[in-house]
């Protein structure tokens, strides 16, 4: 699996709503972030996987109100979205559309082996 990181902005323990939520609800709504990038859920995260994000952090559902109240998250159906994930993490879809650009260059472009099954080798008129 590939290395995926989700970026932290190194001044977000100053942002409001993370002081005044606690640094527990803090460390869930963290490893929330970790955990919907890991899931390239777009920032989606269902109840049934609140177990996972909230292993061995005490009164989990208390914080996970915490988040809520203060705007951290959204309810969304049967699940939770982070309310500031497409601030600094692109949309599912443009991730695929780099991945493939970076096989296309890889893969076709350097080894000079184009392929008709590439939309971007066709594009291109490699093929």
Not at 18 to 32: F, Q, T, W
Not at 108 to 123: D, G, M, S, Y
Request: with cysteine; net charge positive; hydrophobic share 45%.
């Amino acid at each position: 699996m590939a290395n995926l990181f989700v970026p932290l902005d190194v001044n977000y323990a100053e942002d409001d709503k993370i002081i005044a939520v606690g640094p527990m609800a803090e460390l869930l709504y963290v490893r929330a972030l970790a955990f919907a990038k890991r899931a390239r859920s777009n920032g989606h995260f269902s109840d049934s996987q609140l177990p996972i994000i909230a292993a061995r952090i005490p009164r989990a559902r208390t914080l996970v109100e915490r988040n809520l109240d203060i705007g951290l998250w959204e309810r969304n159906g049967s699940g939770l979205y982070i309310s500031a994930w497409h601030k600094r993490n692109a949309p599912l879809e443009e991730l695929a559309d780099t991945g493939a650009a970076g096989a296309h260059k890889r893969w076709h472009l350097k080894r000079r082996q184009p392929n008709p099954e590439c939309p971007l080798c066709v594009a291109e008129g490699l093929v």
